[in-house]
Nanobody, 121 residues
Framework: QVQLVESGGGLVQAGGSLRLSCAAS????????MAWYRQAPGKQRELVAG???????NYADSVKGRFTISADNAKNTVYLQMNSLKPEDTAVYYC???????????????WGQGTQVTVSS
């Protein structure tokens, strides 16, 4: 089995910063990419930022210039540095990883339990 454990959420005032971490563990042979998604109340889950094993990144337009995704491949860990937070960033943030459990096996998506980020105005 594969587990993703997020940490670093919390309550912060607008303009503040938070850093989320997500560590993947278990039956992992290779991780192709990791990403952060978020889901606000009453809204669909949306991609916030993603990073491939080669280091390529992509961001939602709403967070470009404020959020930075990075990864430590040796630790199977992904981070999300969130600066200049806004009340509209309030959501549950979920970690996602595309994991292969063995050589030649396809990659499957795994999800963390989510961590709450609340930005007060």
């Amino acid at each position: 089995q594969v587990q993703l454990v997020e940490s670093g959420g919390g309550l912060v005032q607008a303009g503040g910063s938070l850093r989320l971490s997500c560590a993947a563990s278990g039956s992992i042979f290779s991780i192709n990419a990791m990403a952060w998604y978020r889901q606000a109340p009453g809204k669909q889950r949306e991609l916030v930022a993603g990073i491939t094993s080669g280091g390529s990144t992509n961001y939602a337009d709403s967070v470009k210039g404020r959020f930075t995704i990075s990864a430590d491949n040796a630790k199977n860990t992904v981070y999300l540095q969130m600066n200049s937070l806004k009340p509209e960033d309030t959501a549950v943030y979920y970690c996602n990883a595309a994991v292969s459990k063995n050589w030649g096996q396809r990659f499957y998506d795994y999800w963390g339990q989510g961590t709450q980020v609340t930005v007060s105005s």
